[in-house]
């Protein structure tokens, strides 16, 4: 794992940027893109480039069950509203939350990712070491799944919505075996309550309660976290 620690998001944003830039000079062709907080200074340094994405494909990791594009609170319209209104791939994919039955939905979207293999990977880490919302637990091997969100994603989480209550029990997500696949890895991670998972991802042992300790098996991660995320790392 390649780990650059910076001072805050806006200069991890400038990070990512220059990961996405490298990986499109050197020909990717489909971007793995993730949501949350983390992200959004690498999309917002992405859309103020000419950065030119109108030929590539992008695949999201993950969406709430029961949202569909329209909803303020689906992943759809945030990754609308901080990249594709403003920076359009020539096709965009996420899971479909309304989708009436999940089987058929996962199906779909593990078709998607085997017909456009990632080249490179966006994430960002919950708390709980989860990557996309492969809770911990989750399969190394797994597929697209339809997953229930622990308790402690739910809370952290809450903070979009109006309160707790509001928050999606379900989400589907990409599996882990998937995010294993991509040619090419970026986790992001700002802030001191991502400083005990960072320090579980690095140097804790490989385990399914730490779903993102798996990344010590990718050839290819890049890690970017701020000296809060990061304060762990160095004992
Ligand atoms: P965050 O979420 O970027 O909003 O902190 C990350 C995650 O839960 O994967």
Do not use: W
């Not at 009436?100 to 919950?126: C, F, V």
Request: proline share 4%.
């Amino acid at each position: 794992m390649k780990i650059i620690v910076v001072k805050d998001s806006i200069e991890g944003g400038r990070e990512g940027f220059k990961v996405f830039k490298e990986a499109l000079d050197n020909g990717a062709k489909v971007f793995g893109l993730a949501t949350g907080s983390t992200p959004e200074t690498t999309y917002a340094q992405i859309v103020d480039s000419d950065l030119d994405f109108s030929k590539c494909t992008s695949i999201n990791l993950d969406e709430y069950v029961g949202l569909g594009a329209n909803d303020p609170q689906s992943y759809h319209y945030f990754m609308n509203q901080h990249l594709f209104s403003k920076k359009p791939f020539a096709h965009s994919y996420l899971p479909d939350g309304l989708a009436k039955n999940a089987k058929k939905e996962t199906a779909r979207y593990d078709a998607l990712i085997e017909k456009n293999p990632i080249d490179l990977q966006l994430l960002g880490i919950g708390q709980n070491g989860h990557i996309g919302f492969n809770e911990p637990g989750s399969s190394f091997d797994g597929k697209t799944q339809k997953i229930r969100l622990t308790e402690s994603t739910i809370e952290a989480n809450s903070r979009f919505f109006e309160n707790e209550d509001q928050v999606p029990k379900y989400a589907y997500s990409m599996g882990i075996g998937s995010i294993m696949k991509a040619k090419k890895i970026l986790l992001e991670a700002y802030g001191p309550a991502k400083a005990e998972v960072i320090r579980k991802m690095v140097k804790g042992p490989i385990t399914e309660d730490v779903p993102a300790s798996i990344l010590q098996r990718h050839q290819d991660v890049v890690v970017i976290a701020d000296e809060a995320a990061a304060a762990l790392l160095r004992s």
